[in-house]
């Protein structure tokens, strides 16, 4: 959230010039904090895509490991 010239203007006007300076490093300040989280859930989404990707390949793996296993066994036993 970046405020607009107009903006700050308008604030210093209302409440004074260091009162407004305060407000407007608090604001930037959350806004910087509000921004690094975006980017931190925008990067948990894709670990967590990426593993769910790895385990249906692993589970995929082993049920195709587990099916050779049978398929070996009916065909010693007949």
């Known amino acids: 959230m970046t ?3 107009d ?11 260091e ?3 305060v ?4 604001l930037e300040k959350q806004d910087e904090e509000a921004k690094r989280e975006r980017v931190t859930k925008e990067h ?6 990426e593993l769910e ?3 249906t390949i692993r589970l995929g793996a ?4 587990a099916i050779a296993v049978v398929a ?4 010693l036993l007949s």
Do not use: P, T
């Open 44 to 49: 948990l989404d894709h670990r967590l895509n």
């Open 19 to 21: 009162a407004a300076g």
């Open 72 to 75: 070996a066994i009916v065909k």
């Open 3 to 5: 405020l607009l010239f």
């Open 23 to 26: 407000l407007i490093n608090i």
């Open 7 to 17: 903006d700050s203007k308008r604030l210093e006007k209302a409440l004074g010039e």
């Open 62 to 65: 082993i049920a195709a490991s």
């Open 53 to 55: 990707l790895r385990m």
